[in-house]
Nanobody, 124 residues
Framework: QVQLVESGGGLVQAGGSLRLSCAAS????????MGWFRQAPGKEREFVAF????????YYADSVKGRFTLSKDNAKNTLYLQMNSLKPENTAVYYC?????????????????WGQGTQVTVSS
């Protein structure tokens, strides 16, 4: 069992930066693949980024590639999402997730464990 807690969201102006954190408790991240998703009002939850914790392979949605970066701290069991050059359309609740089913595509929001989400608001 894994518990995920996101933090770091807030209000930022367009062009600004935020760093989201996802702290895990329960089991260690080394057992899981991890992802970040986001959901804006009235929209479906969408894929943002993925990391294979043990191997370190990362994938990003095209819309964030070059602006968002994943990193991890094994000792703290924490995953980070550095978000730069933020745009108003990046406004959403951002969710950390762990352990996609083996039969699932990592871009689908079908992970077994989810955090409560953290609000990111980008003003124009």
């Amino acid at each position: 069992q894994v518990q995920l807690v996101e933090s770091g969201g807030g209000l930022v102006q367009a062009g600004g930066s935020l760093r989201l954190s996802c702290a895990a408790s329960g089991r260690t991240f080394s057992h899981y693949h991890m992802g970040w998703f986001r959901q804006a009002p009235g929209k479906e939850r969408e894929f943002v980024a993925f990391i294979s914790w043990r191997v370190g392979v990362t994938y990003y949605a095209d819309s964030v590639k070059g602006r968002f970066t994943l990193s991890k701290d094994n000792a703290k069991n924490t995953l980070y999402l550095q978000m730069n050059s933020l745009k108003p359309e990046n406004t959403a609740v951002y969710y950390c997730a762990a352990d996609p089913p083996p039969s699932s595509n990592y871009r689908k929001p079908e992970y077994n464990y989810w955090g409560q989400g953290t609000q990111v608001t980008v003003s124009s």
